[in-house]
């Protein structure tokens, strides 16, 4: 296996404390030249280049999605009872006894031949009942594999991934992860993208089952619409650059064997995955129509360690990945500006938070920015994700009453700054962190089926 394909090690910590230290000294000469108004302007002059940018991105997916996102979520299952690749759906599991037997029953209802088809599970060293609880329904259902981990076996989801993968000689690996319960027909309409031989992975359309809860897990609902209806939809439909999620996707197992497996040394595997399926000259796919139910954390604490796990992870990406993406041969000059753009995704908050920073110093005369300018800028903090949030409301066909939940985004916009600018610190600065995974409530299930009866 060539080089190419495998994971990209990451530059020294001491490499990226030198950089971060290097624009504090760069931006304190250029204080010194020009004065704190002068710079401080240019610096909102620079702002309000790269909020517009991003704000005629969220536009453009918004507007696709409204025009032509609903006929696809309604397109019919047909054609696909010819094209049976084999399949391998694998689960990881980390202390999961509150969703399991949801996750269990939901993937032995998948409607797929028996005989091409493989469910592996893995209890990546569970200290709760996970094992115990796994172990019966492979007790009573032979269909169902389970592969016990040690402890300290390392490499978190993608680690237990990869020994999964090694299990199995299946064409296509599906992933879903433990709180997810997919709808029946998941598996036959991800895997009928593969008869296209650029395609790598498919990503199919997560949806909140238990928006209900919290106003916390409502605003993570409708994050999902504004995430899935439209930010992905407009990146299929415009560039053909959907994102491989994690969960909910597929993946040509010889591809991601190939390409060294999951990346152990990321907390986001899916957009490490991504990146090197770009850059091997394959194509993700995204199916909106492939619909799986999971569950929104339900405390601003589990907010706060998810998105931060999500930044931390993008954020490395970016650093690991942007030459790579520059050099490549197999994107034309637009499609390496959006994969750009998609990287930067979770460093715009750090610069939303220098842009706030900007208005309330210009709000005591600091700064050289006219009153209009200001005002633009604060707008386009805002304006471009409220519009993709607006249209995934009326493409999710939510009650109407459900638009005043848009206010809850505005403590949640705050959040996402605080933690991707301490995530961006962090990584620059080279602390460590390991992947963790999201405690589960397991309150609510889409299972139709008595789980009181589980053998």
Not at 12 to 26: C, D, E, N, Y
Not at 198 to 226: H, P, Q, W
Not at 363 to 385: K, N, R, V, Y
Request: with cysteine.
């Amino acid at each position: 296996m060539t080089g190419r394909g495998r994971h990209r090690r990451t530059a020294s910590p001491a490499h990226f404390r030198k950089g971060l230290l290097g624009h504090a000294l760069v931006f304190a000469a250029v204080i010194a030249l020009f004065g704190v108004d002068a710079t401080l302007g240019w610096c909102a002059t620079v702002l309000n280049v790269v909020f517009l940018l991003f704000f005629f991105r969220h536009l453009a997916f918004a507007v696709s999605a409204a025009r032509w996102a609903e006929k696809d979520l309604d397109a019919p299952l047909v054609g696909v009872e010819g094209f049976t690749p084999s399949v391998a759906v694998l689960v990881a599991c980390k202390d999961e006894e509150l969703v399991v037997d949801g996750m269990v029953s939901a993937l032995l209802s998948l409607d797929y031949p028996a005989d091409r088809l493989t469910v592996v599970v893995v209890d990546d060293a569970s200290t709760d009942g996970t094992g115990a609880i796994l172990d019966r329904w492979a007790a009573a259902n032979p269909r169902l594999r389970v592969l016990h981990r040690e402890p300290g076996a390392g490499g978190g989801k993608s680690g237990a991934l990869n020994d999964a993968l090694a299990l199995v000689d299946s064409e296509i690996a599906v992933i879903f992860d433990a709180d997810h319960q997919p709808e029946a027909s998941v598996l036959r309409r991800l895997v009928r993208h593969f008869r296209e031989p650029k395609v790598g992975a498919v990503m199919g359309r997560c949806v909140v089952r238990n928006g209900i809860e919290s106003s916390l897990a409502s605003t993570i609902f409708i994050d999902y619409l504004s995430g899935y209806l439209v930010n992905e939809y407009g990146r299929q439909a415009l560039f053909e650059l959907p994102a491989y999620g994690g969960a909910n996707c597929a993946v040509r197992t010889d591809l991601i064997r190939a390409l060294g497996g999951w990346n152990p040394d990321t907390v986001t595997e899916d957009t490490d995955l991504t990146l090197r399926l770009l850059l091997g000259g394959r194509r993700v796919r995204y199916d909106p129509s492939a619909v799986d139910f999971e569950e929104a954390v339900l405390s601003s604490s589990r907010f706060w360690r998810q998105r931060y796990r999500w930044a931390r992870g993008h954020q490395k990406c970016l650093r690991d990945y942007w030459r790579p993406i520059l050099r490549t041969r197999h994107l034309s000059p637009m499609e390496k500006l959006e994969t750009m753009l998609f990287l930067w995704v979770y460093h715009v908050p750090v610069l939303c938070g220098l842009g706030l920073l900007l208005i309330v110093l210009r709000a005591f005369g600091i700064g050289d920015s006219s009153a209009i300018e200001m005002l633009a800028l604060s707008a386009l903090l805002f304006a471009g994700p409220f519009t993709e949030l607006a249209v995934g409301l009326v493409l999710g066909r939510v009650e109407r009453r459900a638009v005043w939940m848009l206010v809850g985004f505005i403590p949640a916009f705050g959040m996402s700054i605080l933690t991707a600018t301490k995530a961006y610190f962090d990584g620059m600065w080279g602390s460590t962190y390991s992947w963790s995974k999201t405690a589960r409530s397991g309150a609510t299930s889409t299972v139709a089926r008595d789980l009181a009866a589980v053998p």
